[in-house]
């Protein structure tokens, strides 16, 4: 698996689940024709480095973000909710979930921001791989 299967595995069951459509980084997406909630996702940064001075490994740490948008109108609670429910499918410190990839700490939610007609809670992974 690579980081972004691993990464992206949760959201595309819970999507497909909560028939909520994603836009996913790279491939087209239009939010016009879009009547309800949706999900967005990207990968930030990321970051190699060399933990050992043979140079034989590496560490790779990044930034996943998911932003959970919602048609403004629909109130807090709901995107509150919807975002809880989101991030809480990044447990940290699950190697179960998250074979390769460790998530050290919890996702981070953010304010609530308006986008056009919708309003965008982001959600923050930080992730680290070792190899």
Known sequence: MTIRSELEAP???????NNIPVAWEGQPFDKTKVVGDY???FFLQ?????PTVAFTDKRIRG????????????GSKHVEELAEAV????????KQAFPTVS????PQIGR????????????TIEYRQES
């Open 46 to 50: 990321k970051n190699i480095t060399n």
């Open 63 to 74: 930034l996943v973000q998911i932003d959970v948008c919602v048609p403004d109108g629909k």
């Open 103 to 106: 998530i050290e700490q919890h």
């Open 11 to 17: 959201i595309a069951t819970f999507a497909q689940t």
């Open 87 to 94: 991030a809480a499918l990044y447990p940290a410190a699950n």
């Open 39 to 41: 999900l967005r996702i």
């Open 112 to 123: 609530a921001m308006i986008d056009g007609n919708f309003r965008v809670v982001p959600i």
